[in-house]
């Protein structure tokens, strides 16, 4: 049976690296395809049209199918008891992060239970995401072994309350970043999160 979770992009294995710690990530497509009905980032705004998870790499035919095989599987009644088997083989001495979506997001309050499910199973694991889907997961329980980070640039926005709610912005510059007090992410993913930094403020700087 193919696996699930994969060994995520340059950014991931780098602050892997730095960290001393292992990083899996799962992620389904990017962006919403009305006439077929998959829709995998429900509330994307504006930032659909910098998402670097519609170009490059993402588009190859290979990945493309195999990222859209991670969203079927995700549909299916099996889908936590296959991703917590698949943590039983890759934990290891190291911390395990489980980065959920470097590409998609969570498409309905059911998909977001599941992982919600899986987080609850695997305590020594620590699970992280950046969504736009917070108008749903906000009202929700979130296990103290998964962070959630709300992005802007959904057609949500202003939902987010920008002093309490650890949130993402993305930023042409460090100046500007800076300035507006956030904490750059950009080169290592774990900085955005709680277990690396207190800052609700996260900021990435656009490549
Ligand atoms: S929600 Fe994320 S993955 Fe989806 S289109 Fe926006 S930036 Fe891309």
Known sequence: ????????????????????????????????????????????GSCIKLCYAKKGAYRWGNVERALTRRYES??????????????SRIKKNKQLYIRIHDSGDFYSPAYFNKWVEIAMRNRDVRFYAYT??????????????????????????????????????????????????YTDASEYDLLATKWFTENNKIGLIIH
């Open 132 to 181: 736009k889907s917070h108008s749903f997961i906000r009202s929700k329980f979130i296990p103290y072994n998964m962070d959630l980070i709300f992005s802007l640039g959904s057609t949500n926005d202003q939902l987010i309350d920008q002093e309490t709610e650890r949130h993402s912005k993305i930023f042409y510059s460090a100046e500007e970043m800076i300035d507006q007090g």
């Open 1 to 44: 049976m193919e696996n699930l979770l994969g060994t995520g992009n340059s950014k991931l294995v780098k602050t892997a690296k730095k960290f001393d710690v292992k990083i899996n990530n799962f992620s389904i497509p990017a962006g919403n395809d009305k006439k077929s009905g998959k829709i995998t980032c429900p509330f994307a």
């Open 74 to 87: 995700s549909k299916e009644e099996n889908f936590v008891d296959r991703i917590t088997w698949e943590l």
